[in-house]
């Protein structure tokens, strides 16, 4: 058997693509063994907004975030994904427990340990709190904080700590249906037209806009030397 160029650049190729997935490999083992120490404290302020959009319950919450997420970046991290979730469970008619819920309102990419100690003293919902139906009166949520590591090489990997929460009030706070007759989130108002266009600004030496004459038609048998 020949050793041509071919041959040789295959076995080099094979054996670097060989050498980086057990590179790989003990990147991801040597991250079962890496211990964090995360500091976490989230606390729901006050609940903004809590009404009924089309037959579904939504709501918005204020909380405060602090924390400190620099114990869980090891040396084959890239980034964290950090969310903050609200759970909670759907009950039947004879008050058993038929599916346990968990969305998302809040997150943040930390791709540093120097921007892994952070603190939100009011944090508004980024994403809104909606059930489907009215399942959220008079019961309570569970507010949990998650991360996932994302890491050089390796399987993302996730934990979460639980929260006390809030229990929502068995019926729709005055101040948020009022806010739903009168402007929904993110809706801007209608009052003065489209107010986003700009206008011209208007000068005093501003000419008035008249059509433009019509040049005269010179006399039969001259020549126009106008190009």
Not at 4 to 24: I, P, S, W, Y
Not at 84 to 95: C, T
Request: hydrophobic share 35%; net charge positive; charged share 20%.
């Amino acid at each position: 058997m020949s050793h041509t160029f071919t041959h040789r650049l295959n076995a080099l190729l094979t054996f670097a693509v060989t050498v980086l997935a057990v590179m790989c490999f003990c990147a991801s083992v040597t991250d079962e063994f890496h211990v964090s120490n995360p500091v976490v404290d989230v606390k729901v302020l006050e609940i903004e907004r809590f009404t009924a959009v089309d037959g579904n319950d939504e709501a918005y919450l204020v909380f405060s975030i602090d924390a400190d997420l620099t114990s869980v970046f090891s040396w084959n991290t890239k980034q964290l994904f950090v969310s903050v979730q609200a759970e909670y469970e759907v009950f039947g008619e004879d008050a058993t427990p038929i599916s346990r819920n968990v969305v998302s309102i809040w997150d943040r990419v930390v791709e540093s340990k120097t921007a892994a100690i952070f603190s939100v003293p009011r944090a508004r919902n980024k994403y809104k709190l909606k059930a489907r139906g009215q399942h959220l009166r008079g019961q309570p949520v569970r507010i949990t904080v998650q991360w996932n590591k994302m890491p050089i090489a390796g399987v993302v990997r996730s934990e979460k700590i639980a929260f006390p929460g809030i229990t929502f009030p068995g019926e729709y706070t005055p101040a948020a249906e009022h806010e739903t007759h009168q402007r929904r989130p993110g809706q801007r108002s209608s009052t003065h037209g489209n107010s986003g266009a700009r206008r011209k600004p208007v000068t005093d030496n501003a000419m008035p806009h008249s059509a433009p004459q019509k040049k005269p038609t010179p006399p039969l048998g001259s020549t126009s030397h106008e190009l």
